[in-house]
Structure formats: C-alpha cells, structure tokens
C-alpha cells in the first residue's frame, strides 16, 4: 500500500474551522459495509440507525488546554504542547524559529511559570520540566491545542464544544478531542436508551500523533505514536453482555477501535498503551460498527476507515460527501458505517 491510495480532492470551504450550531444538528452520512451503499441522515436520527440491545462504546477523555505560549531568554516566541507524563517530567512538543537546547528555561507569557528543557529526544519530542502543578498551570495559563488545520487561535466557544458531554477530568487528558463523540447531547442519549441501546466509556488519551503527518511512501513503513488507554471494568461488563445477548459493539471513533481491538478480550478489564496502525487488510475482531468523522487525505484515521468498510468503498463515500456539501474534519459531520 501506498500513502497516494488514500489521496482525495477536498476544497478548503469544505473544512470545518466552528462548530455548527449546536452539536446533533451535524449530518450524518450511512454506508453499508456490504453494499457500499450510502444514505444521508441528520445526526438526530442515530437512535434510529442503530439496534435495541446495541452497546455504544465512546471515549471519556477530556482535551487539556496543554498550549503553553512561551518565550525564550532572547525573547523568541515558543509554543510548548504538553503531551503526556514522564516520571516527575513531562514529554512535549514545541514551536520555534530555531530547536531549543537542553538547560533553556523558557518563561510563560504572563506567568509565574517557567518550562525548562531537560532533554532532547528522537523526532522533535522534548523532555521539560514545568514550575508548579502542571493541572494547575495549564487549566490557568494554557490554551485549547485545536487541530491546525482549523488555522485560528482558540476561542471562548472552544472551550465547551471542543470538549465532549462525556469528557471527565484527569490529570493527564489528552491534546485533541475524540471527535465522534462531539456530536453527542443528552437528548440524542436520552433517545438512544429509549430505543433499548446501552452505552458505556472506555478512555484513550489522544496523542498528537492523530494529526502528524504519514512521511513514508510505504505505509508499512509508518510507525504509530503509542497512547495511553483504560478498559474499565464497567465497560468490560457491558461487552460481556452485549456479546451473550446478540447485540453489537459501536465503536464511537477510531480511538476507541483501536483500544477494542488492540486488546485480546475486551470483556476483561485492563490498561496500557498502544501504538497499533490499523490499515487495510487488518482482520476486525471487535467492533461491529463504527460512528467516525471525515479525516485527512492521507492520514491514518482514513486508513483505518478503509481497512473497516473498504478502500474504494470510503473514498467513493468521501467524493459523495464532498459533492453533497458536507463539513469534513474535527468540528465537521459525521459518518455511521455499518
């Protein structure tokens, strides 16, 4: 396979940079696994789509303002994206004119704060340590990373939309939004549990990894960033007995695909990380359907897609939506695929 396989046209007006009016007035697009054949939908209508005794399965991250905006002892302007924790350290990412050397100590625009680099590691990543509790520091100083491809800071609005109604706090969280679990409100829940369709959480910190590009021609070749993840035992529970009832697992984004199916037995309760790549030609053992947003060209989310319901199939799917004037990306429409 070849990252040019999964390569399409999509016009700049086509990219959600807002979000829509409110959450479950998106669109959502149907594609039937085995027909290929594609319906158009509101998300409203999702309770519908789906059947009693289905479980959905969503991802309860919380996205942390981890965008620190920073400057350098000369005066240069850093950005510093705290990705996860490392011991008493943090791993990070950073914006700069020229790379920052071990030892910089790097002050916080308007804060008390300081972020020193203690080492420099493979691909860009750093080693910081942060002045003072980082929950703290973030949740006062920091800023919503939006995906950049949004191309605009964040704004107030951001603050409740970019966050899912399932987001929990932790001290960790992650550094962009599970976005098919956007879509969600209570009414949308309220209606699905009418129709007799569980729900449960299972938590995947997202990593930047969701919007670094693929560089290798080879698609094998491409390595995944590893992300933290836990399988509680309440939604272990849930699998269990959706399995021994006959119902479905819906898979709620590809971050909760990848814990399903990078775990041996979902029914049992467990933590980790992974960094599975699921591309075309993975063999499914878990999930059974999928709800998603509209991804990258060439990213691996659409990979994944395709490995679920098929390369041509998605991609004559991404031409239809793109005709048909849907919104594509993070804060864009959905697609139900099963």
Known sequence: MWLSDFDY??????????????????????????????EHRGFRELPDLLRPQDLLIVNDTRVRPARLHCRKPTGGRVEVLLVEPDGDRWLALAQASKPIKPETVLTVDDAPVT?????????????????????????????????????????PEDTERYQTIFARRDRTGSVAAPTAGLHFTDE??????????????????????????????????????????????????????TRREGGRVVAVGTTVTRVLEAVDDPTQPTSGS??????????????????????????????????????????AAYRTAVDAGYRFYSYGDAMLIQ
Do not use: Q
């Open 274 to 315: 992974t960094d599975l790549f699921i591309r075309p030609g993975f063999a499914f053992r878990h999930v059974d359907a999928l709800i998603t947003n509209f991804h990258l060209p060439k990213s691996t989310l659409l990979m994944l897609v395709c490995a679920f319901a098929g390369r041509d199939p998605v991609l």
């Open 9 to 38: 046209a999509l016009p700049a007006t086509a990219i959600a940079r807002h979000p829509a009016s409110r959450r479950d007035a998106s669109r959502l697009m149907t594609l039937d696994r085995r027909t290929g054949a594609v």
């Open 188 to 241: 949308v829940m309220a209606a699905l549990h009418r129709r007799g369709i569980s729900t449960t959480s299972i938590t995947l910190h997202v990593g930047p990894g969701t919007f670094l590009p693929v560089r290798t021609e080879n698609v094998d070749a491409h390595r995944m960033h590893a992300e933290r993840f836990t399988l509680p035992e309440a939604a272990a529970l849930a699998i269990d007995r």
């Open 115 to 155: 972020v020193t680099v203690i080492d420099r590691l493979d691909d860009g990543w750093l080693r910081v340590a942060v002045s003072g509790d980082v929950e703290e520091v973030t949740e006062r100083y920091g800023e919503l990373p939006l995906p950049p491809y949004m191309d605009r800071p964040a704004a």
